[in-house]
C-alpha cells in the first residue's frame, strides 16, 4: 500500500532523484522548494512526486485564486500503474480545500490529466523577428532598483487583468530568481524598465541565447508594455542590438499584439512557436463567480459531469448581470451534462459553445447556448510563462 503525504526535509535528495531521473536532468535537493509539494512513498521510499504552485490567473479583468501543477514525476518501475494519477488527485483535493478554485499545467502527458478533469485551454505562442525590422524609436530606459520588485510585479498585474490567461507567481522570491532574469538559460540575464508616471509603463526581462550560429539572439522571458510610449521605448532597445544579435524572440499573444504590428517588415520573418497548457476547474461556483465578464445579461442552465469532485456536478442555473455571474443549483432542471474538462476550456475561452456542440458535449438546440457564447467570447486565452 502506497502513502501520499508531503516530503520532509530528510527527503530532499530522494525526492530530487526521481524528478531527475522524470526530466532527464541533475537536480539539486537543495534547491527544491517543498511547500506545496506531496511525495508517494512505497515502505518509506519516495516513488513519486508533484507540486502545487501558487497563482493568480486573469480571465475577464479579475484574478482568480490558481494552482499550476507541476514537477509530477515518477521511478520509471512505478509507471503504468495509476501512481501519477492518485498523486495529483490529492494534491488537487487539498488545493480545493484551502480555497483554491482553478488549476492550470503544461502536460507531459494529456491523457492521463484528463483522466483528472483537465483539458486544453490556452496557448503559449513564442515569435521570432529579425531585429532589423525593430522600429528604431528611442525612449527613456533604466535597470530598477533592488526595492522595486512591487512596481514591476504591479506593471505586470495591470498588463495581464487586460488578457485571458496569464498567470501571476504569488511568490515575490520567484520574480527575483526566475522572471527577471537572476537565474535561467543564456548569459547577461538582464532587466530594463520604463518609468511611468504611476509605477513602471513597461519593462523588459531577457537573456542572450548564444544558439544561433555565430550571431545571438534576444531571448525575451516578459515584454510588457502598457502605453505606446513603453512599446516603443523597449522595442527600440532591443533594435540597439542589431550589429551582433539576429533574432529578438518573446512569448505574446496569439495575434502577435501590438509586437507584431510595430515591425517594419511584412511579417515573413516571424517564425511561431507555439506550446499548450491545461486547465481545470476545482470549484465551480467559486470560480464562475469570481471571473470577469462583458457586460451581459440572461439565464441559463448548465450541467456538470465532475466524477473527481461531485460537488460540482449537477445543473446549475447561470444568472448574468453588470459583468457579473451567480451560480446555484438548477433544482428539477434536465440538461445534458458537460464534461467538468471542456466546461473548462470553455470557462477560459479556449473553446466555444459550438466547439461543444460538434463534440456532442452540448445539444445543437440547447437554450444556454447564446448566453453561453456571449459570456466567455473574447481574445484566445494565453499565458508568458511556463511553469
Known amino acids: 500500500m502506497f502513502e501520499i503525504r508531503e516530503p520532509a526535509e530528510v527527503d530532499r535528495d530522494a525526492v530530487a532523484l526521481v524528478a531527475g531521473m522524470s526530466f532527464n536532468a541533475r537536480v539539486n535537493g ?15 521510499r519516495v516513488i513519486a512526486t508533484a507540486r502545487a504552485i501558487p497563482l493568480g490567473q486573469w480571465f475577464g479583468g479579475t484574478r482568480l485564486v490558481c494552482a499550476g501543477i507541476a514537477g509530477v514525476a515518477v521511478l520509471p518501475e512505478y ?11 490529492e494534491l488537487l483535493s487539498a488545493e480545493r480545500a484551502r480555497g483554491v478554485v482553478v488549476s492550470a499545467l503544461y502536460p507531459a502527458n494529456a ?15 513564442q515569435f521570432r523577428a529579425s531585429v532589423a525590422d ?26 495581464a487583468s487586460a488578457h485571458n490567461g496569464p498567470v501571476e507567481v504569488l511568490d515575490p522570491g520567484y520574480w527575483a530568481d526566475l522572471v527577471l532574469g537572476q537565474r535561467g538559460d543564456g548569459s547577461y540575464p538582464r532587466t530594463v524598465v520604463v518609468p511611468g508616471d504611476d509605477g513602471f509603463a513597461g519593462y523588459a526581462s531577457y537573456y542572450l541565447d548564444n544558439r544561433v550560429g555565430e550571431d545571438y539572439r534576444l531571448a525575451c522571458r516578459h515584454l510588457v508594455a502598457l502605453n505606446a510610449t513603453a512599446l516603443s521605448s523597449l522595442l527600440g532597445y532591443f533594435r540597439r542590438f ?41 470549484d465551480l461556483q467559486q470560480a464562475v463567480e469570481a471571473r ?11 450541467a456538470v459531469d465532475d466524477p473527481l469532485f ?13 459583468g457579473k455571474v451567480t451560480a446555484s443549483r438548477a433544482l428539477n432542471a434536465r440538461a445534458k451534462p458537460v464534461p467538468i474538462g471542456l466546461l473548462s476550456a470553455l470557462f ?7 466547439d461543444l456542440v460538434l463534440l456532442g458535449a452540448l445539444e445543437e438546440d440547447d437554450p444556454a447556448l447564446g448566453l453561453l457564447s456571449a459570456l466567455f467570447s473574447g481574445p484566445v486565452p494565453w499565458m508568458p510563462d511556463a511553469f
Open 79 to 89: 509507471r503504468g500503474q495509476g501512481v501519477a494519477r492518485d498523486l495529483v488527485r
Open 242 to 282: 542589431q550589429n551582433a544579435a539576429k533574432d529578438l524572440s518573446w512569448n505574446g499573444p496569439p495575434s502577435m499584439g501590438p509586437v507584431g504590428l510595430s515591425l517594419q517588415s511584412n511579417g515573413f520573418s516571424i517564425v511561431p512557436r507555439v506550446s499548450r497548457w491545461m486547465m481545470r476547474i476545482l
Open 134 to 159: 525593430l522600429p528604431p524609436a528611442r525612449g527613456e530606459l533604466r535597470e530598477p532598483a533592488e526595492d522595486e520588485l512591487d512596481k514591476v510585479i504591479g506593471c505586470f498585474s495591470r498588463y
Open 30 to 44: 537543495e534547491d527544491l522548494v517543498l511547500p506545496g509539494s506531496l511525495c508517494t512513498f512505497d515502505a518509506g
Open 292 to 302: 470577469g465578464y462583458p457586460e451581459v445579461e440572461g439565464e441559463a442552465v448548465v
Open 348 to 354: 477560459s475561452g479556449f473553446a466555444t459553445p459550438n
Open 310 to 322: 461531485p460537488e460540482n456536478a449537477g445543473p446549475w442555473a447561470l444568472r448574468a448581470a453588470s
Open 111 to 125: 491523457g492521463l490529466y484528463r483522466q483528472l478533469g483537465y483539458e486544453y485551454a490556452g496557448l503559449r505562442p
